[in-house]
Protein backbone atom coordinates (compact mmCIF):
# COMPACT_ATOMS: atom_id res chain seq x y z
CA UNK A 1 0.00 0.00 0.00
CA UNK A 2 1.75 3.61 -1.05
CA UNK A 3 2.89 5.17 2.11
CA UNK A 4 1.09 8.50 1.58
CA UNK A 5 -2.22 6.26 1.74
CA UNK A 6 -1.22 4.83 4.93
CA UNK A 7 -0.33 8.63 6.12
CA UNK A 8 -3.42 9.73 5.23
CA UNK A 9 -5.65 7.20 6.68
CA UNK A 10 -4.15 7.56 10.18
CA UNK A 11 -4.21 11.76 9.98
CA UNK A 12 -7.89 11.06 9.09
CA UNK A 13 -8.19 8.58 12.20
CA UNK A 14 -6.15 11.11 14.31
CA UNK A 15 -8.55 13.98 13.16
CA UNK A 16 -11.90 11.71 13.42
CA UNK A 17 -10.97 10.86 17.00
CA UNK A 18 -10.12 14.31 17.85
CA UNK A 19 -13.40 15.22 16.77
CA UNK A 20 -15.08 12.66 18.32
CA UNK A 21 -13.47 13.40 21.47
CA UNK A 22 -14.36 17.46 21.40
CA UNK A 23 -17.42 16.22 20.91
CA UNK A 24 -17.81 14.00 24.22
CA UNK A 25 -15.51 16.45 26.08
CA UNK A 26 -18.70 17.87 28.07
CA UNK A 27 -19.46 14.51 29.15
CA UNK A 28 -18.31 13.45 32.68
CA UNK A 29 -15.44 11.12 32.13
CA UNK A 30 -16.37 9.24 35.79
CA UNK A 31 -20.29 9.32 34.97
CA UNK A 32 -22.16 6.25 35.66
CA UNK A 33 -25.47 4.57 36.00
CA UNK A 34 -25.46 4.94 40.14
CA UNK A 35 -24.59 8.78 39.99
CA UNK A 36 -25.46 10.28 37.05
CA UNK A 37 -28.28 11.76 39.57
CA UNK A 38 -26.21 13.42 41.83
CA UNK A 39 -24.07 16.46 42.09
CA UNK A 40 -21.77 17.17 39.94
CA UNK A 41 -22.55 14.43 37.41
CA UNK A 42 -26.07 15.51 37.63
CA UNK A 43 -25.47 18.80 35.96
CA UNK A 44 -24.78 17.53 32.70
CA UNK A 45 -26.72 14.14 32.60
CA UNK A 46 -29.87 15.95 33.49
CA UNK A 47 -29.31 17.84 29.81
CA UNK A 48 -29.03 14.47 28.38
CA UNK A 49 -30.87 11.83 29.64
CA UNK A 50 -31.11 9.93 26.30
CA UNK A 51 -27.53 9.25 26.50
CA UNK A 52 -27.80 7.84 30.15
CA UNK A 53 -31.44 5.97 30.09
CA UNK A 54 -33.81 4.26 27.62
CA UNK A 55 -36.39 6.56 26.42
CA UNK A 56 -39.39 6.99 24.75
CA UNK A 57 -40.78 9.93 22.99
CA UNK A 58 -43.65 11.84 23.68
CA UNK A 59 -44.56 13.65 19.66
CA UNK A 60 -45.45 17.57 19.59
CA UNK A 61 -47.16 18.75 16.44
CA UNK A 62 -45.33 21.04 14.29
CA UNK A 63 -48.14 22.65 13.08
CA UNK A 64 -49.79 23.99 16.39
CA UNK A 65 -47.47 25.60 18.50
CA UNK A 66 -48.18 27.98 20.98
CA UNK A 67 -46.31 30.81 20.26
CA UNK A 68 -44.49 32.35 23.07
CA UNK A 69 -43.59 35.96 22.35
CA UNK A 70 -41.00 37.93 24.30
CA UNK A 71 -43.09 40.87 26.53
CA UNK A 72 -42.65 44.41 26.15
CA UNK A 73 -40.74 44.54 29.93
CA UNK A 74 -38.68 41.63 28.92
CA UNK A 75 -35.88 42.21 31.38
CA UNK A 76 -32.39 40.71 30.60
CA UNK A 77 -31.34 40.48 34.51
CA UNK A 78 -33.47 41.88 37.64
CA UNK A 79 -32.69 41.71 41.33
CA UNK A 80 -34.97 40.53 44.64
CA UNK A 81 -34.81 39.55 48.14
CA UNK A 82 -33.94 36.18 48.37
CA UNK A 83 -32.12 34.28 52.06
CA UNK A 84 -31.97 37.50 54.04
CA UNK A 85 -30.32 40.15 51.39
CA UNK A 86 -30.98 41.85 47.70
CA UNK A 87 -29.14 39.16 45.41
CA UNK A 88 -29.30 38.98 41.21
CA UNK A 89 -30.37 36.40 39.61
CA UNK A 90 -27.37 35.74 38.40
CA UNK A 91 -26.32 35.38 42.03
CA UNK A 92 -29.26 33.24 42.93
CA UNK A 93 -28.36 31.18 39.93
CA UNK A 94 -24.78 29.90 41.19
CA UNK A 95 -25.73 29.22 44.91
CA UNK A 96 -28.84 27.43 43.64
CA UNK A 97 -27.51 25.22 41.33
CA UNK A 98 -30.04 26.22 38.34
CA UNK A 99 -30.28 25.37 34.70
CA UNK A 100 -32.69 27.18 33.57
CA UNK A 101 -35.67 30.29 34.27
CA UNK A 102 -38.12 31.06 32.54
CA UNK A 103 -40.93 33.85 33.64
CA UNK A 104 -44.35 34.10 31.49
CA UNK A 105 -46.40 37.50 32.12
CA UNK A 106 -49.81 37.44 30.98
CA UNK A 107 -48.59 34.72 28.04
CA UNK A 108 -45.62 36.59 26.79
CA UNK A 109 -42.31 36.01 28.06
CA UNK A 110 -40.70 38.89 30.58
CA UNK A 111 -37.12 36.53 31.61
CA UNK A 112 -35.11 33.56 30.39
CA UNK A 113 -31.86 32.10 30.52
CA UNK A 114 -29.81 29.57 30.53
CA UNK A 115 -27.32 28.28 32.19
CA UNK A 116 -25.32 25.18 32.43
CA UNK A 117 -25.17 22.89 29.72
CA UNK A 118 -29.09 23.73 28.88
CA UNK A 119 -30.18 25.68 25.77
CA UNK A 120 -33.75 26.49 24.48
CA UNK A 121 -34.21 23.33 22.79
CA UNK A 122 -32.42 20.91 24.63
CA UNK A 123 -34.87 18.91 27.01
CA UNK A 124 -34.01 18.63 30.78
CA UNK A 125 -35.19 15.93 33.13
CA UNK A 126 -38.43 17.03 35.13
CA UNK A 127 -38.38 14.57 37.33
CA UNK A 128 -41.31 14.84 39.36
CA UNK A 129 -43.11 17.62 38.01
CA UNK A 130 -43.85 14.50 35.55
CA UNK A 131 -46.58 13.60 38.47
CA UNK A 132 -48.53 17.09 37.29
CA UNK A 133 -48.60 16.54 34.25
CA UNK A 134 -49.80 12.47 34.86
CA UNK A 135 -52.54 14.54 36.57
CA UNK A 136 -53.28 16.36 33.94
CA UNK A 137 -53.92 13.93 31.62
CA UNK A 138 -56.13 11.84 34.18
CA UNK A 139 -58.17 14.65 34.35
CA UNK A 140 -58.66 14.37 30.74
CA UNK A 141 -59.47 10.99 30.96
CA UNK A 142 -61.98 11.27 33.53
CA UNK A 143 -64.30 14.34 31.66
CA UNK A 144 -64.13 11.49 28.82
CA UNK A 145 -65.44 8.75 30.69
CA UNK A 146 -62.17 6.09 29.85
CA UNK A 147 -61.64 6.08 33.64
CA UNK A 148 -63.98 6.37 36.23
CA UNK A 149 -62.06 8.31 40.17
CA UNK A 150 -64.49 6.67 42.28
CA UNK A 151 -63.26 3.30 40.82
CA UNK A 152 -60.72 0.88 42.49
CA UNK A 153 -56.99 0.14 41.22
CA UNK A 154 -57.83 -3.11 41.18
CA UNK A 155 -60.71 -2.37 38.88
CA UNK A 156 -58.47 -1.48 35.52
CA UNK A 157 -55.09 -3.59 36.68
CA UNK A 158 -55.89 -7.05 38.06
CA UNK A 159 -51.70 -7.15 38.56
CA UNK A 160 -52.26 -4.96 41.25
CA UNK A 161 -55.26 -6.41 43.25
CA UNK A 162 -53.05 -7.65 45.99
CA UNK A 163 -50.84 -4.52 46.06
CA UNK A 164 -50.99 -1.67 48.48
CA UNK A 165 -52.84 0.06 46.21
CA UNK A 166 -55.46 -2.69 45.09
CA UNK A 167 -58.96 -1.66 47.09
CA UNK A 168 -58.12 2.46 46.72
CA UNK A 169 -59.96 4.65 44.55
CA UNK A 170 -57.96 6.31 41.39
CA UNK A 171 -59.11 9.81 43.31
CA UNK A 172 -57.20 8.88 46.48
CA UNK A 173 -53.93 7.64 44.38
CA UNK A 174 -54.30 11.18 42.69
CA UNK A 175 -53.94 12.62 46.13
CA UNK A 176 -51.75 10.31 47.86
CA UNK A 177 -53.60 9.59 50.57
CA UNK A 178 -53.60 5.65 49.38
CA UNK A 179 -53.14 2.43 51.58
CA UNK A 180 -49.79 1.41 50.04
CA UNK A 181 -47.13 1.01 52.07
CA UNK A 182 -44.82 2.98 49.46
CA UNK A 183 -42.30 5.00 51.63
CA UNK A 184 -39.90 8.21 50.73
CA UNK A 185 -36.84 9.30 52.47
CA UNK A 186 -34.13 10.65 50.18
CA UNK A 187 -31.39 10.03 52.23
CA UNK A 188 -32.20 6.99 52.99
CA UNK A 189 -31.59 4.55 50.06
CA UNK A 190 -33.59 1.18 51.71
CA UNK A 191 -36.36 3.33 51.20
CA UNK A 192 -38.87 2.28 48.16
CA UNK A 193 -38.21 4.73 46.27
CA UNK A 194 -34.53 4.13 45.31
CA UNK A 195 -35.33 0.58 45.30
CA UNK A 196 -37.71 0.90 42.67
CA UNK A 197 -34.54 3.09 40.84
CA UNK A 198 -32.92 -0.21 40.64
CA UNK A 199 -36.22 -2.22 39.51
CA UNK A 200 -36.79 0.40 36.93
CA UNK A 201 -32.86 0.54 35.62
CA UNK A 202 -31.99 4.46 36.90
CA UNK A 203 -29.15 2.98 39.00
CA UNK A 204 -27.07 -0.11 39.60
CA UNK A 205 -25.27 0.94 42.92
CA UNK A 206 -24.56 -1.49 45.25
CA UNK A 207 -27.55 -0.98 47.54
CA UNK A 208 -29.91 -2.52 44.83
CA UNK A 209 -30.78 -5.81 46.14
CA UNK A 210 -29.75 -9.04 44.10
CA UNK A 211 -32.45 -10.97 42.34
CA UNK A 212 -34.98 -7.93 42.85
CA UNK A 213 -37.71 -7.38 40.57
CA UNK A 214 -36.92 -6.50 37.14
CA UNK A 215 -39.00 -3.56 35.45
CA UNK A 216 -42.37 -1.72 37.06
CA UNK A 217 -44.34 -4.33 36.17
CA UNK A 218 -42.62 -6.53 38.58
CA UNK A 219 -42.19 -4.40 41.22
CA UNK A 220 -45.04 -2.22 42.02
CA UNK A 221 -47.24 -5.89 42.56
CA UNK A 222 -44.68 -6.08 45.73
CA UNK A 223 -45.33 -3.46 47.54
CA UNK A 224 -47.74 -4.38 50.45
CA UNK A 225 -50.51 -2.21 52.01
CA UNK A 226 -50.07 -0.04 55.64
CA UNK A 227 -54.10 0.69 56.35
CA UNK A 228 -52.40 3.50 58.56
CA UNK A 229 -51.32 5.64 56.21
CA UNK A 230 -55.19 5.60 54.15
CA UNK A 231 -57.04 8.80 53.64
CA UNK A 232 -54.05 11.03 55.09
CA UNK A 233 -51.52 12.53 52.76
CA UNK A 234 -47.61 11.31 52.34
CA UNK A 235 -45.79 12.17 49.93
CA UNK A 236 -45.23 8.41 47.73
CA UNK A 237 -43.90 8.58 44.13
CA UNK A 238 -45.21 5.46 43.48
CA UNK A 239 -48.94 6.09 43.07
CA UNK A 240 -47.67 8.05 40.08
CA UNK A 241 -46.51 4.73 38.43
CA UNK A 242 -49.70 2.73 39.47
CA UNK A 243 -51.84 5.77 37.92
CA UNK A 244 -49.96 5.77 34.66
CA UNK A 245 -50.27 1.89 34.32
CA UNK A 246 -54.38 2.20 35.37
CA UNK A 247 -54.42 4.54 32.21
CA UNK A 248 -52.51 2.45 30.12
CA UNK A 249 -54.93 -0.35 30.61
CA UNK A 250 -58.08 1.40 30.67
CA UNK A 251 -56.95 2.96 26.96
CA UNK A 252 -54.74 -0.03 25.40
CA UNK A 253 -52.54 2.97 24.61
CA UNK A 254 -48.64 3.85 25.91
CA UNK A 255 -48.70 6.96 28.28
CA UNK A 256 -46.43 8.58 26.05
CA UNK A 257 -48.81 8.33 23.16
CA UNK A 258 -51.50 9.30 25.56
CA UNK A 259 -49.46 12.42 26.74
CA UNK A 260 -48.54 13.10 23.41
CA UNK A 261 -52.44 13.08 21.56
CA UNK A 262 -54.23 14.36 24.89
CA UNK A 263 -51.94 16.91 26.70
CA UNK A 264 -48.55 17.88 24.10
CA UNK A 265 -50.30 18.14 21.01
CA UNK A 266 -53.29 20.07 22.10
CA UNK A 267 -51.54 22.77 24.25
CA UNK A 268 -48.89 24.04 21.53
CA UNK A 269 -45.85 22.03 22.55
CA UNK A 270 -42.57 23.47 20.83
CA UNK A 271 -40.56 20.41 20.70
CA UNK A 272 -40.62 16.82 21.20
CA UNK A 273 -40.87 15.63 24.95
CA UNK A 274 -39.41 12.11 25.84
CA UNK A 275 -39.78 10.07 29.21
CA UNK A 276 -37.64 6.65 30.38
CA UNK A 277 -38.65 3.13 30.01
CA UNK A 278 -37.31 0.61 31.72
CA UNK A 279 -36.12 -3.07 29.87
CA UNK A 280 -40.09 -4.31 30.78
CA UNK A 281 -41.56 -2.09 28.83
CA UNK A 282 -42.37 0.15 31.76
CA UNK A 283 -42.58 3.68 31.43
CA UNK A 284 -41.53 6.07 34.71
CA UNK A 285 -44.73 8.05 35.02
CA UNK A 286 -43.88 9.78 38.18
CA UNK A 287 -40.07 11.03 37.36
CA UNK A 288 -39.30 10.08 33.88
CA UNK A 289 -39.94 13.28 31.97
CA UNK A 290 -38.02 15.49 29.88
CA UNK A 291 -38.68 18.94 27.72
CA UNK A 292 -37.70 22.00 26.59
CA UNK A 293 -38.43 24.69 29.55
CA UNK A 294 -40.43 26.82 27.14
CA UNK A 295 -42.50 23.40 27.18
CA UNK A 296 -42.42 23.29 30.66
CA UNK A 297 -43.88 26.97 30.71
CA UNK A 298 -46.52 26.12 28.26
CA UNK A 299 -47.96 23.36 30.74
CA UNK A 300 -47.99 26.31 33.53
CA UNK A 301 -50.07 28.14 30.94
CA UNK A 302 -52.45 25.12 30.80
CA UNK A 303 -53.22 25.40 34.16
CA UNK A 304 -53.01 29.29 34.35
CA UNK A 305 -55.73 29.13 31.77
CA UNK A 306 -58.16 26.77 32.96
CA UNK A 307 -56.86 23.92 30.50
CA UNK A 308 -57.44 26.30 27.58
CA UNK A 309 -55.61 26.42 24.31
CA UNK A 310 -55.78 27.87 20.91
CA UNK A 311 -59.26 28.37 22.68
CA UNK A 312 -59.80 25.08 23.37
CA UNK A 313 -60.35 23.25 26.45
CA UNK A 314 -57.60 20.77 27.00
CA UNK A 315 -58.24 20.05 30.48
CA UNK A 316 -61.17 20.04 31.91
CA UNK A 317 -61.87 23.91 33.62
CA UNK A 318 -64.06 22.17 36.32
CA UNK A 319 -60.93 19.77 36.83
CA UNK A 320 -58.42 22.80 37.78
CA UNK A 321 -60.92 24.61 39.39
CA UNK A 322 -60.67 21.61 41.70
CA UNK A 323 -57.10 22.13 42.53
CA UNK A 324 -57.54 25.47 43.22
CA UNK A 325 -59.99 25.20 45.59
CA UNK A 326 -58.95 22.64 48.14
CA UNK A 327 -59.08 23.28 51.81
CA UNK A 328 -55.28 23.20 53.81
CA UNK A 329 -54.32 19.90 55.13
CA UNK A 330 -55.40 18.85 58.27
CA UNK A 331 -52.55 16.60 58.85
CA UNK A 332 -50.07 18.46 56.37
CA UNK A 333 -46.70 16.55 56.96
CA UNK A 334 -43.95 19.37 56.45
CA UNK A 335 -43.59 22.75 58.32
CA UNK A 336 -45.70 25.62 57.16
CA UNK A 337 -45.91 29.30 58.06
CA UNK A 338 -49.51 30.23 59.94
CA UNK A 339 -50.79 32.00 57.17
CA UNK A 340 -50.78 29.29 54.86
CA UNK A 341 -53.45 25.95 54.24
CA UNK A 342 -50.78 23.45 51.90
CA UNK A 343 -52.56 20.26 50.09
CA UNK A 344 -51.80 18.55 47.66
CA UNK A 345 -54.69 17.48 44.73
CA UNK A 346 -54.30 15.83 41.59
CA UNK A 347 -50.57 15.46 41.65
CA UNK A 348 -50.07 19.36 42.04
CA UNK A 349 -49.25 21.50 45.40
CA UNK A 350 -51.22 23.37 46.63
CA UNK A 351 -49.38 26.28 48.20
CA UNK A 352 -52.38 27.62 50.29
CA UNK A 353 -52.44 31.58 49.88
CA UNK A 354 -54.72 33.51 49.22
CA UNK A 355 -53.70 33.61 45.57
CA UNK A 356 -54.42 30.11 45.24
CA UNK A 357 -51.13 29.55 43.69
CA UNK A 358 -50.01 25.85 42.19
CA UNK A 359 -46.89 23.56 41.69
CA UNK A 360 -45.64 21.31 39.98
CA UNK A 361 -42.43 20.01 42.23
CA UNK A 362 -39.65 17.70 41.39
CA UNK A 363 -36.40 16.70 43.07
CA UNK A 364 -33.53 18.59 42.23
CA UNK A 365 -35.12 21.75 42.05
CA UNK A 366 -37.51 20.99 39.11
CA UNK A 367 -40.77 23.53 39.43
CA UNK A 368 -43.59 25.11 37.59
CA UNK A 369 -45.28 27.72 39.63
CA UNK A 370 -48.39 29.21 38.90
CA UNK A 371 -50.05 32.39 39.78
CA UNK A 372 -53.25 32.92 38.28
CA UNK A 373 -54.31 36.27 39.93
CA UNK A 374 -50.48 37.47 39.25
CA UNK A 375 -50.74 36.10 35.43
CA UNK A 376 -47.86 34.69 36.17
CA UNK A 377 -46.31 31.21 35.05
CA UNK A 378 -42.68 30.23 36.43
CA UNK A 379 -40.59 27.58 35.13
CA UNK A 380 -37.52 26.19 36.45
CA UNK A 381 -34.89 23.41 35.82
CA UNK A 382 -31.55 22.61 38.35
CA UNK A 383 -29.82 20.39 39.36
CA UNK A 384 -29.04 20.83 43.31
CA UNK A 385 -26.90 18.50 43.94
CA UNK A 386 -28.63 16.06 46.08
CA UNK A 387 -32.55 15.39 45.25
CA UNK A 388 -33.29 17.64 48.36
CA UNK A 389 -30.44 19.99 48.54
CA UNK A 390 -26.78 19.43 49.26
CA UNK A 391 -24.53 18.44 52.26
CA UNK A 392 -25.50 21.88 54.00
CA UNK A 393 -29.39 22.35 53.53
CA UNK A 394 -32.61 21.28 52.01
CA UNK A 395 -32.86 23.57 49.12
CA UNK A 396 -37.12 23.33 49.55
CA UNK A 397 -37.52 26.64 51.68
CA UNK A 398 -35.20 28.32 49.79
CA UNK A 399 -36.80 27.12 46.18
CA UNK A 400 -40.30 28.15 47.51
CA UNK A 401 -38.99 31.62 48.87
CA UNK A 402 -37.41 31.85 45.47
CA UNK A 403 -40.68 31.45 43.57
CA UNK A 404 -42.60 33.77 46.06
CA UNK A 405 -40.02 37.20 45.47
CA UNK A 406 -40.27 36.32 41.60
CA UNK A 407 -43.77 36.12 41.49
CA UNK A 408 -44.04 39.58 43.86
CA UNK A 409 -41.13 41.24 41.36
CA UNK A 410 -43.45 40.43 38.41
CA UNK A 411 -46.74 40.40 39.43
Known sequence: MNKTVILLGLLTGILYNASCLAERSARPENLTLSNFQFGPENRWAFSHIREVLPTVNIEHDSNRVLVLERSRNFVYDFSIPFEGREQSIDEIVLSQF??????????????????GHLNAARPHLMNSVSKSVVGLLAGKLADDGVIDLARPVSHYVPALAKSGWGPDSLRTVLDMKDGSDYTENYPDFSTTFRIQ???????DADYCPQNGPR??????????????KLDKFSYRSGSTDVLGWVLEEATGQPLAELISMHIWKPMGAEFDAFITVDESGFVLADHGMNSTLRDLGRVGLLVLNKGMA??????????????????????????????????YRSFWWGKGNNERDLSGSGIHGQTIRVAPKAGIVIA?????????????????GANDELMDAVVARFR
Open 98 to 115: IDGLLVLKDGDIIFEHYY
Open 197 to 203: DCAVGWT
Open 215 to 228: GGYEFFPTIGRNEA
Open 310 to 343: FDRQVVPAGFIEDMHAQPGEPTWPYESSDDLEPY
Open 380 to 396: LYSTWPRADGDNTKQYW
